[in-house]
């Protein structure tokens, strides 16, 4: 039997991180940690509030809710922030010993504050791309401490491709094999226009694979569906739909032949659930047998059934309470990955507990590490 390897973690970005590695000519613009009167700490961007930092634990859905409305309502904070956060939260040591406690042996690790801010920087490309850099530059130490068995997640954008291939050729020297991607439009360009095409042989090319994870990024449906964004935490219907984004620009990737035209491309989903892609990948193959048929045409030419480029190219993360032996079972396919979620509060602390309960290592080793392998192209 192998080892598991949670395929969603998260480490927090330490106070001054952004400004200690972001390039000196937009210093101004780094994102940066600030107290109020009422001892609650903000992420803030000049001098804008983007979120409220917060020390999550898992299963505590309701404690990180009742933080944010008092902070919401000028309320004192219960708890300090710097006086409350594990070491191993933030510090990739103290995290890779910690990993012995959850019982896997290797993590990816995702941002924890780079959730919740890519979309406001958008109007910046400066403060944007800045940003971006000081946390990658950051995942090389991170990657260097892991020892191999931590594997932070770059961040990027695809709409400066000149700046996307100088990330990627350094994450690469540096170890890093990971970096997360909106599912969204590149200023208007679906993900498989030419113009964009030379961002995913830049993938390919430098041994990076992208993912598509749960942030705030630019979203699928019009601004004005979210009708309590400002007022949430996370908007209602942003929830709801949490995997269409993902799904969608997927659906483009395949059927617009990017994944035809570069068969070397992977692609990870994660944290975004898994319970939509078996009928997902029916209504894929379906559609496009049904309006080939009606139109005479097709979006591009494809030398396999869209499902086969999925089930050769991409790999889920799936909740444990999804029960992803069922998942396996309905899809014929081991295409999942096991995911923690940790530290965050709908994350747990018991991933191999969660897991076992659904499926043994010797039952699915893709679930429990060789999907991980597959995305880190080992």
Same mark, same amino acid.
């Given at each position: 039997?192998?080892?598991?390897?949670?395929?969603?973690?998260?480490?927090?970005?330490?106070?001054?991180?952004?400004?200690?590695?972001?390039?000196?000519?937009?210093?101004?613009?780094?994102?940066?940690?600030?107290?109020?009167?009422?001892?609650?700490?903000?992420?803030?961007?000049?001098?804008?509030?983007l979120?409220?930092?917060?020390?999550?634990?898992?299963?505590?859905?309701?404690? *990180?809710? +009742?933080? $944010?409305?008092?902070?919401?309502? !000028? =309320?004192?904070?219960?708890?300090?922030? %710097? /006086? &409350?956060?594990?070491?191993?939260?933030?510090?990739?040591?103290?995290?890779?010993?910690?990993?012995?406690?959850?019982? *896997?042996? +290797?993590? $990816?690790?995702?941002?924890?504050? !780079? =959730?919740?801010?890519?979309?406001?920087? %958008? /109007? &910046?490309?400066?403060?944007?791309?800045?940003?971006?850099?000081?946390?990658?530059?950051?995942c090389?130490?991170?990657?260097?401490?892991?020892?191999?068995?931590?594997?932070?997640?770059?961040?990027?954008?695809?709409?400066?491709? %000149?700046?996307l291939?100088g990330?990627?050729?350094?994450?690469?020297?540096?170890?890093?094999?990971?970096?997360?991607?909106?599912?969204?439009?590149?200023?208007?360009?679906?993900l498989?226009h030419?113009?964009?095409?030379?961002?995913?042989?830049?993938?390919?090319?430098?041994?990076?694979?992208?993912?598509?994870?749960v942030?705030?990024?630019?979203?699928?449906?019009?601004?004005?569906?979210?009708?309590?964004?400002?007022?949430?935490?996370?908007?209602?219907?942003?929830?709801?739909?949490?995997?269409?984004?993902a799904?969608?620009?997927?659906?483009?990737?395949?059927?617009?032949?990017?994944?035809?035209?570069?068969?070397?491309?992977?692609?990870?989903?994660?944290?975004?659930?898994?319970?939509?892609?078996?009928?997902?990948?029916?209504?894929?193959?379906?559609?496009?047998?049904?309006?080939?048929?009606?139109?005479?045409?097709?979006?591009?030419?494809?030398?396999?059934?869209?499902?086969?480029?999925?089930?050769?190219?991409?790999?889920?993360?799936?909740?444990?309470?999804?029960?992803?032996?069922?998942?396996?079972?309905?899809?014929?396919?081991?295409?999942?990955?096991?995911?923690?979620?940790?530290?965050?509060?709908?994350?747990?602390?018991?991933?191999?507990?969660d897991?076992?309960?659904?499926?043994?290592?010797?039952?699915?080793?893709?679930?429990?590490?060789?999907?991980?392998?597959?995305?880190?192209?080992?």
């Amino acid at each position: 039997m192998r080892a598991i390897v949670d395929s969603d973690q998260h480490l927090y970005e330490y106070r001054g991180m952004w400004e200690d590695h972001i390039d000196p000519a937009v210093r101004d613009e780094a994102l940066r940690f600030v107290d109020d009167d009422l001892g609650h700490t903000w992420m803030m961007w000049r001098d804008r509030r983007l979120a409220i930092a917060d020390v999550q634990r898992p299963g505590q859905i309701d404690a *990180v809710g +009742e933080h $944010f409305r008092r902070a919401m309502d !000028g =309320l004192p904070a219960r708890e300090r922030y %710097d /006086e &409350v956060l594990p070491e191993h939260y933030w510090q990739p040591k103290a995290r890779l010993a910690f990993l012995d406690e959850l019982r *896997v042996a +290797e993590a $990816f690790l995702f941002p924890n504050y !780079g =959730l919740l801010w890519e979309r406001t920087l %958008d /109007e &910046v490309p400066a403060a944007l791309t800045g940003n971006l850099t000081a946390w990658n530059r950051w995942c090389a130490t991170v990657a260097a401490e892991g020892g191999g068995r931590l594997h932070p997640v770059a961040h990027v954008t695809l709409r400066d491709l %000149d700046w996307l291939e100088g990330q990627l050729r350094a994450l690469s020297a540096a170890g890093v094999r990971l970096a997360m991607v909106a599912p969204a439009l590149v200023d208007g360009k679906p993900l498989s226009h030419p113009e964009v095409d030379r961002a995913w042989s830049a993938f390919v090319t430098h041994g990076v694979t992208p993912i598509f994870h749960v942030a705030e990024q630019r979203r699928p449906f019009a601004d004005a569906w979210y009708t309590d964004t400002g007022r949430a935490f996370v908007p209602t219907l942003e929830s709801v739909f949490l995997w269409t984004g993902a799904a969608l620009a997927t659906a483009d990737l395949i059927l617009n032949g990017v994944f035809e035209r570069h068969p070397g491309l992977r692609l990870g989903i994660v944290e975004l659930s898994a319970m939509w892609v078996g009928q997902y990948l029916m209504m894929l193959d379906g559609a496009t047998q049904f309006t080939s048929r009606l139109n005479g045409r097709v979006p591009a030419k494809l030398s396999m059934s869209p499902s086969d480029y999925f089930r050769s190219q991409v790999r889920v993360s799936a909740f444990a309470y999804e029960d992803p032996a069922f998942l396996r079972q309905q899809l014929d396919a081991d295409l999942f990955m096991c995911g923690s979620d940790y530290p965050h509060a709908e994350g747990t602390a018991t991933p191999a507990a969660d897991y076992l309960t659904s499926v043994t290592l010797a039952e699915a080793p893709g679930l429990y590490g060789r999907n991980a392998d597959f995305l880190l192209r080992r």
